[in-house]
């Protein structure tokens, strides 16, 4: 068979053509194969970034898209119980996730709704950070909420933050309570109701405790599972007393399929690059 070339004007003499074409078959065969690996690839590694946060994995249960948190604005809310509130707080805006935040004490308030920008969370930090230490003990500034502080009735957090998400339709939605899980007893009927209520809805709910008491975490651990509380390695503690960031697990799957993307990328080169013809 003789074939054009672009080089020559006469035509190149190809022997034994149809011998090349099982090999010509293989390696189209590895080269669609090789292709749709790389495809699937990238594709599972932007999935896994929009995904990827520093504080999500420890605070919030995987596959949820917005986080309501619930945080309690009592009266026994306040002094070292403020450095864990920004904690969390910061950490949940370095997840990158939409969020709401209900605050209650007697009653609750939404104070933004749901799939609002975890930035938002940012303005909220100042009022639980110490502005100085008074003989070690860290003292705050007045805070728009000392008037609010109360009693507490959990049970108004969570109707509200349910409410909440539900209006806006989330699907994928997830309670975040911050609290010392110190709850009025008189609350206690309709925190029960709205926890059966919870569990039927298949809402998950995680716990973030203030220093509580054992009695009261046994309390809900009986309601929403002891797999609710956030646990206490989320929390790094430095040498001077204050609260750094809400840390998350590495994220292993990310960087395996990266390695994986390097794999295949490497054996494309090898296997096929551009054939270099010997002119001898």
Known sequence: MRLPTIHRPEPVEL????ELRSPMLRTSAGRVVLAAALAATLA???????????????????????????????????????????????????????????????????????NSPPGALLQFVPFFVPIRFYGGIPVFAQSPWDQFSGGTRISAGFVTADAALRRAHVKHGAIL?????????????????????????????RIVPLFAETSNKNYFAALFGSNAFVPPSAFRHSAHKSVQPVAAAAPWALLSLGVVLVLLLAGNERWNARLVVDPA
């Open 44 to 114: 599972g590694i932007v999935l896994l970034a929009r995904s990827a946060g520093a504080g999500r994995a420890a605070v919030l249960p995987a596959g949820a898209t917005t986080g309501c948190v619930v945080l309690d604005m009592s009266a026994s809310i306040a002094g070292p119980v403020y450095e864990r509130v920004a904690t969390t707080l910061r950490g949940i805006v370095s997840a990158n996730q939409s969020i709401c935040l209900v605050m209650f004490s007697d009653t609750a308030y939404e104070l933004l709704p749901p």
């Open 15 to 18: 022997a034994d053509l149809r």
């Open 177 to 205: 309570l911050v609290s010392d899980l110190d709850d009025s007893v008189a609350d206690q009927p309709q925190l029960e109701a709205e926890a059966l209520v919870l569990r039927k809805e298949h809402m998950p709910v």
